[in-house]
């Protein structure tokens, strides 16, 4: 019997054998971190952010800093990115960073500025996934600079008073001048920059001409009397009288420097009047404006030299209020932001004429201005990158959670971020660094001596 074998194509076969591939499984995303923190040094001007996490699905990791808050989410409503956003690449490996002096200076926050940052940290997996993000925005300060124990020591101060002549608040001058006094008694400042100490009416009255204070003390010399009766007999002010000559249109004439003439002698020459006129530019700076601006938006920063009774050493001390206007508009607030650089920078400018010397510089104020904003802090960036020290970064801060302006609210909270918004400062040229800052405040008080907190720092003269 003959057998007859059927064989099926070739093409048949095949597509009888073939199988199909399952789909390749989808990268996975990085497991979520347990912990994340930070803190300062081990190195001056350092800082060491370490984490726990325990690696799977993790290429590499990726810290994200800058100067003012912000969040990758996009139903945050802060900015993606902060001001002078930085990356850094780390290996897998890792679970702890210290970026170098220089990487935090790039950063934004040199040793010098009392910068903090914000940071945030990301895993980041294989191509296609999505990083895993530590969800808390955290911040975290630099290691200050060891400062200098030879030499003489000052405390330095700076405090805005408010001006006598804002009449609408709960208690007016006269009501928180005793307040006033026994704050700075009470921290016994060699020197301090003083804001809105204005030359007219301690009632807040206005008389006929802008140096006329018929029926009532100037705030000026307000001042100097409650220190008298609150142990502070030993403080002058270097001027107590108007700027510019009756009439002329103006912007405030508030900064002073108050100084404690049983420690320092005045060096400068800063008479009251010009001839028989009740005024004098003596010892002051005409700070720009804008120039859409009219001559009431003009502003005076104030300087003198002063000496150590004890030791002779010199050194300058200056104090400023630099415009405090702010807007929403980001293109106007640049403008504003411009506006108090320059001042910064024409204060400086002038300050380099006088200090013939090279002697140190004290720089307090009001600057209107804090590190938190996604706008700017030029005029602070400006002293830092000439060579000027913020004693805010000091060894022992007090208070600095907190902000230097309390709008005489009852209760004062700590700032969000972590850190107060210091508007009121204290910087200094040719001065190694500070021991100790202090943000003169209780948190709980109904009886605050002005909208703003003194702030003191000790610091040793070379």
Known sequence: MRRTLSVLPVAGLLAATVI????AQAATRPVSFTAVSAKAGPGVGEVTVSWAQDGRYTKSFVLETGLSTFSPSPTSSLPTHGRNS??????ASRRSVTLTAAQVASAGAPVGSANHLFYRLQAVGAAGTEPRWWPYLQS?????AVPSTTGTKLRGGTFNVRSAKITTDDRDW????????????????GVTAIQELSPGRADGGSGSTSDS???SVRQTNSLVNHLKTNGGSQYRLVRTTPYVKSGTTHGSQGARILYDTDKYSLRSYCPEKTGSYNYSPSCSIQMPIRSTDGESSRRKAVYAEFADRASGDRFFYVSAHLDNRHSTNATTEGTYDTL????????MTRMNEL???????VFGGDFNTWQNTKFGYNAHDALIAAGYYDTAAATTQVDVRYPTI???DTTVSPGGSGWGARLDAILVKGVKGASRWENVMDVTDAERPSDHNMVVSDIVIP
């Open 213 to 215: 204070t018929a029926g």
């Open 174 to 189: 006269l009501g928180r001048a005793d307040d006033v006094a026994q704050t700075i008694v009470s921290r016994q400042p």
């Open 20 to 23: 199909t591939a399952a789909p």
């Open 340 to 347: 108090r650089e320059n001042q910064v920078k024409t204060v």
């Open 406 to 408: 309390n709008h005489f």
């Open 86 to 91: 930085k990356t850094f690449s780390i290996s």
């Open 355 to 361: 200090n013939t010397g090279g002697l140190p510089i």
């Open 140 to 144: 975290v300060g630099v290691r200050p």
